[in-house]
């Protein structure tokens, strides 16, 4: 454990009684959120043309048996998933999708423990409560997609690895790289983790790890895991399928790209455009809902106080905040190409596993915050997080279909 806590100690009971029934609290009315989304709203195109149709045509009967590696644009373990859900929860829009809103529930917790290791309680709850709270997140863990098990494996990874900082053992290592192999099985772009992974240990206190067999060992996991799908890709048995060429086709090349910062201020950098040029933003992923302009702006602020503040998580800011920097701007740095097999070449969600960083940043900040400042991003997150809850449980869904090309 992280000994540079800036909150609260962990060790009184009542102290802790008091922060366990106000996580109980926030789970509980997450848990609401989600099922009321998954059992009300209709399918997304993504699961009615992608994950839905993969799920059921997967058969594991030894006469007649269909085990695809993947899907049409990506890996297939979303349908898996999917196909899982639907056999426990039954084939309805909550059955399929009842596994996604467990592991949406499951991440909420990991990103507590985490934030509460590195910064005890205070901040934790505040971090649950930034995801429980947002509406991109409750999209996620509420639909038949991949980005629910992109985004559950991913959070397993950061959780690992930043296990792995606070208390450097092997089996954490192993843990994080079996993680971000299964994430590739649903977004490629899982991989932009390991790049990150090594630039953190190269800070002098884990650099010896570098001369041990665990660092190559734990990236022999990673490999293993996903060589069935280089394999695949290797023959590329059906040319209608997006391989990894069709993927790098998205890539026009280097350039300024300001679709990601849609994920964090969407609706407020479309009045601006509308307000400057004169025309609607298109948006081909307009489906997918988004932060609120009060929460998504917050989020982003904090990470920005974060990375010229040290106050607060020694250990693992330096971690979270390259995760967060290096993923947004690889996306930002990206002009949108010309893609094979109808594949977006642009969406402002690819850079959503930022978010678990934030949020944690963003905890930290909010809990170690005082005086007036402090009241004041309090109460803003309280906004952002009222205003997500309201828009999900009542104007869901609330994306705007006019932004499509």
Partial sequence: MNSDHTSEPIGDASHRKRFASLLFLCLVAAFCLRIVVAATQPYLWDEEHNAIPLANSISFSSSHPNLPIRGQHHPALPSYIVKASSALFGHSPLGYRALHVVAGLIGILLIWHLTRLASGDQAALWAAALLAFNEYDVGVSSFATAKGPHLIFMIGSIYAF????????????????????????????????????????????????????????SLAVVVIVIAPDVLWNLAKPDPEQAGYGDQFSRIGGLGLNGYPFLFFAHHAIRWVYEAVTGSVLADGVAEN??????????????????????????????????????????????????????????????????????????????ANTTGRWGIVLKVLAVIGMVTAVVRTAFWWPFVDEDLAP
Avoid: C
């Fill in 289 to 366: 809902p988004s932060m609120n302009v009060v929460l998504g702006p917050l989020l982003f602020g904090l990470v920005v106080a974060s990375t010229f503040r040290k106050k607060g998580f020694s250990t693992l800011r330096p971690f979270l905040l390259s995760l967060f920097w290096f993923v947004f701007i690889f996306f930002v740095s990206l002009r949108p190409g010309r893609p094979t097999l109808e594949l977006d070449p642009v969406a402002w969600y690819w850079t959503d596993v930022v978010l678990f960083p934030a949020v944690i940043l963003s905890g930290s900040r909010l």
């Fill in 162 to 217: 930043g296990r792995f900082l606070l208390t450097p053992r092997a089996a954490w290592l192993y843990a994080a790289a079996a993680a971000v192999g299964l994430a590739f099985y649903a977004k490629e772009h899982a991989l932009l983790a390991l790049p990150v992974f090594a630039g953190v240990l190269l800070q002098s206190k884990y650099r010896h790890w570098f001369r041990s067999p665990h660092l190559y060992g």
